[in-house]
């Protein structure tokens, strides 16, 4: 054995993080520092992607950023839901604490794209057990706002280089969910 590989105790850490990490959709107002932001996703790009391609791109949103992403959402929630439910949303997204985009390089090879789809996912879930290991919760966000051409704007990327992988809210959870998962067996199969 190496010091490369977790003690027992080390592991046991491992399997609670994992086990209790949650999407957090309620936040307290203090913002998580910087610094914490950073290591997180230092740690994210530690995610396998094949070939080696680091193909993350990861926005921390800055207040400017942030005003405009959550004024963009409104307008779109308005177009669907009213004046109201835009109201509220805006409400909702000015009032939690931080932000973070994640990205992917395009390829022009559709497979190599999907495998560099596969190591962002892999690099978002490093990012929020990390997060979580510290108190820090997330939720990952694919709505419409990151498919709408001002998003990619606001963040200063080309559609035609790096598409949007995830919206990532984050911060000090003030509510965290039980939820639940379906037994090991209803999801694994074991072949001959």
């Not at 027992?8 to 086990?19: C, G, N, P, T």
């Amino acid at each position: 054995m190496t010091d490369l590989f977790p003690t027992a105790i080390e592991k046991d850490a491992v399997s609670r993080v994992i086990r209790t990490r949650r999407s957090i959709l309620i936040f307290l107002p203090e913002k998580p520092d910087s610094a914490l932001i950073e290591q997180a996703i230092d740690l994210a790009r530690w995610a396998p992607n094949h070939k080696l391609t680091e193909p993350w791109r990861f926005y921390d949103l800055g207040p400017e950023s942030h005003r405009r992403v959550a004024e963009l959402n409104a307008e779109l929630v308005r177009a669907e839901r009213g004046d109201g439910a835009a109201k509220n949303k805006l409400n909702r997204w000015l009032g939690i604490p931080g932000w973070l985009a994640l990205t992917c390089k395009k390829s022009d090879d559709s497979f190599r794209e999907k495998e560099d789809y596969a190591a962002c996912c892999g690099a978002a879930q490093n990012m929020m057990l990390f997060l979580w290991a510290h108190g820090v919760g997330m939720k990952w966000s694919t709505g419409p706002v990151t498919r709408d051409p001002e998003f990619y704007n606001i963040l200063g990327i080309s559609g035609e280089r790096e598409f949007v992988v995830s919206l990532f809210m984050y911060g000090y959870p003030a509510k965290t969910p039980d939820p639940k998962r379906a037994d090991v067996r209803e999801h694994f199969t074991l072949l001959p």
